[in-house]
């Protein structure tokens, strides 16, 4: 019977925890993936991807932060000889504003970020090209704070425009891109640290 009156105990006292979006106070998350394929389509071949990207931000205003994201991102495609590299670099400013419910640990944020990203591919011959890429997107999410360090986010990217272009020296070959709608079943979830 102890334990169950300490563990309502602690979870009433999650409950009560206020979220850390206050003036002064900082936040940090980011992604960490790696990605392997194999495949077999008359010679053996593979790609392997790793990306690392860190932000961090910074609360200018009651629940409204600004802060910057960061991209590092290195691929390699095949094998043996026919083996090519690619790897990027990216930084960007965003911001971010929360507005919560009635409940103080659960609030929807907006998000909206700029990034700028150089890059570049070595072919399996020796050929170098440089990259370079240029995006906006804007991005609804939903927030849930566990305690008053930790938040578990869901968002969903809703308009993202791209310039990306594959080879600096051809002034003839970029591309732009854009996308406006919600898929609902690709959100990004993650955690987010507030101090």
Not at 71 to 97: C, E, L, M, V, W
Not at 126 to 134: I, L, M, P
Request: charged share 10%; net charge neutral.
């Amino acid at each position: 019977m102890k334990k169950v009156f300490l563990l309502c105990a602690l979870f009433a006292g999650a409950l009560t925890v206020n979220a850390q979006t206050q003036q002064g106070n900082m936040m940090a998350g980011g992604t960490l993936r790696f990605q392997s394929t194999s495949y077999q389509n008359g010679n053996a071949n593979e790609t392997a991807t790793f990306t690392f990207s860190p932000n961090f931000g910074y609360f200018v205003g009651e629940d409204f932060a600004v802060g910057l994201n960061l991209a590092f991102t290195t691929q390699r495609n095949g094998t043996g000889d026919n083996k090519s590299t690619s790897n990027a670099f990216g930084i960007g400013p965003f911001a971010r504003y929360y507005l919560f419910t009635s409940n103080s640990q659960f609030g929807f944020f907006g998000q909206a970020a700029l990034g700028f990203s150089t890059g570049k591919n070595e072919s399996a011959a020796g050929a170098v090209t440089k990259t370079s890429n240029v995006s906006f997107s804007v991005s609804p999410g939903a927030a849930f704070f566990f305690n008053e360090h930790w938040a578990m986010e869901l968002m969903i990217t809703a308009l993202s425009v791209s310039s990306y272009d594959p080879n600096k020296n051809n002034d003839n070959d970029k591309s732009t891109t854009f996308n406006f709608g919600v898929n609902t079943l690709s959100p990004t979830v993650g955690v987010r640290y507030h101090f």
